[in-house]
């Protein structure tokens, strides 16, 4: 194993692989003192793969495997975003083995994808190679999990985005499809995901005891659990009108047919924007809002994040803010 600079400034390392082929990798750096640190890391890793024997597995030909696995366990949607971030590392990369990654590597990726993007991309990009690497673990392509070692940024704490009752009426008022004002509606007054609205089925509404279950019978949920939302008399009257006319399994279609995540996402803001309300609202805002309202109302943190069918408790702790009464009332005990 040996050092060397290339003409574009950056140090690499020529080495042998397992299979006794030599190869390169980058240092990832221009810097000597820090080619010699990546150097004495890499070297120890090296020592440790020699002594723990894995199944040698190019980068390509494991992202190609790991989508094909992504695409009969996760929803459509997840394998795209999978794909676009395999697609950047690969590119930073190059086609290497998968065992030639390294912790110190992957940091150096992380760190210079953080000159041209946004904190959330890189902790996705993270989250995206941790579950790759799990699956590689259970493969024997690796013997541990390296993304999680990653360090990032905290990501900055935003207030989420909701509309106020009487934005929400103005909204509404700028609403011309019948079947959309009652998505939206339906949608305010229960926090479901926009596809756990658009896959939701008659079975999954039960009618005498007034709620909805989200069983993942028609779609997969985010967590996977199931969850029951009881329906407040709004909801109740939305579905009751809707069953009437139902002429298929969906309880939410536009004159009859699907709809479309990327149709009802350009509706929605279409809506905001004619409305004059704030332009940073989405449909996903309809949740937030769902769950900013309760809290308003005084319904307990844990109570909403039931609702929300959130993984943990301190994820809905964003809507902590919105309890002013609960503050007030511990600073009026000092009188």
Known sequence: MYLFKRSNGRYYIRYQQLNGKMTCISTCTKTKSDALRFVSNFRKELDFRESHKTIPIKLKDFFREFLKYSESVHRPKHTETLEASFNVIMRYFGDIALSELTITSLQKYA????????????????????????????????????????????????????????????????????????????????????????????????????????????????????????LSLKAMQIVTNRELKKNGQLVFTLEGKPIKPDYISHKFKSYVLESRINSKLNFHSLRHTFASWLVQRGVSIYEVSKLLGHSSVNVTQIYSHLRTDDLKNAIDKLN
């Open 111 to 230: 760190e210079d994808r953080l000159r041209s993007v946004s904190v959330h991309s890189v902790k996705r990009d993270k989250a995206n190679l941790s579950s790759a690497f799990s699956y590689a673990i259970s493969r024997k392509y690796l013997l541990d999990n390296i993304a999680k070692m990653i360090r990032h940024p905290k990501l900055p704490e935003k207030q989420p985005s909701f509309l106020g009752d009487y934005e929400f009426d103005l909204l509404l008022d700028k609403v011309k499809e019948a079947d959309l004002k009652d998505l939206f509606i339906f949608a305010v007054n229960t926090g479901l995901r926009q596809m756990e609205l658009l896959t939701l089925h008659w079975g999954q509404i039960d009618f005498k005891d007034k709620y909805v279950i989200l069983d993942n019978s028609g779609y997969l949920t985010k967590s996977k659990k199931v969850r029951t939302i009881p």
